[in-house]
């Protein structure tokens, strides 16, 4: 258990419509990431936040947004869905101390399996 | 500058046998190079990682092997065992003004057979 929670697990939806992914960082952890795999695909980096402010932005489509709260847990809404949003939705943190023994590593929830029919 | 290339895409590997991933990186200011271990339907979990300044790491049957000079790190899975059958991510991070960046290679889907 990497210590990092998302839900759902699954979701079905259908085209045109909005969900919205939450995610809890490991305790500590004040950088959250958001990553799309879809099938064969590698890890697709969308967005990352420290400490509540947007750090870093990937391949993260107009239609997609993302917020972190003072309480570090962090949501990845996604609206006017299409078929090729079906994909598994990632989140990730890390402790962004390099001073850190652990290393500047982030750690991987379970990820949020999205289908779009 | 901030792509990590990885090869091979696919790997099939007796037991036994010895599998090697090979991974590039082009910016020399990335300070730590983590390999993630995926199993289906599960998030990538860290495996094994190792910092420039060191040239091999090794824990049990998994050997990072780092050459600075060339850019280049592979992991080396000794006795790969069918459990081993996985993707594997490489990646390579750096942390400017605090806050960390990270970047993945494509991923190696490993296949071990009996």
């Known amino acids: 258990d990497s210590g990092v929670t998302q839900t759902p697990k699954h979701l079905i939806t259908a085209t045109g419509q909005r969900v919205t992914l939450r995610c809890s960082p490991r305790s500590g952890d004040l950088s959250v990431y958001w990553y799309q795999q879809s099938l064969d695909q590698g890890l697709q980096f969308l967005i990352q936040y420290y400490n509540g402010e947007e750090r870093a932005k990937g391949n993260i489509l107009e239609r997609f947004s993302a917020q972190q709260f003072p309480d570090l847990h962090s949501e990845l809404n996604l609206s006017s869905l299409e078929l090729g949003d079906s994909a598994l939705y990632f989140c990730a943190s890390s402790v962004t101390d390099r001073t850190l023994i652990s290393g500047n590593t982030i750690y991987f929830g379970e990820g949020s399996w999205l289908t779009v029919v | 500058q901030q792509q990590v290339k990885q090869s091979p895409q696919s790997l099939i590997v007796q037991k036994g046998g010895i599998s090697i991933i090979n991974c590039a990186y082009e910016n020399t200011a990335f300070d730590y190079f983590p390999w993630y271990q995926q199993f289906p339907g599960k998030g990538p979990a860290l495996l094994i990682a190792?910092?420039?300044?060191?040239s091999e790491k090794k824990e049990g049957r998994f050997t990072i092997s780092f050459n600075k000079s060339a850019k280049q790190f592979s992991l080396h899975i000794m006795d790969s065992q069918p459990g081993d059958s996985a993707t594997y991510f490489c990646?390579?991070?750096?942390?400017?003004?605090?806050?960390?960046?990270?970047?993945f290679g494509t991923g190696t889907k490993l296949q071990v057979i009996p």
């Open positions: 190792i910092r420039p300044d060191v």
């Open positions: 990646a390579a991070s750096l942390s400017p003004g605090g806050y960390q960046k990270v970047t």
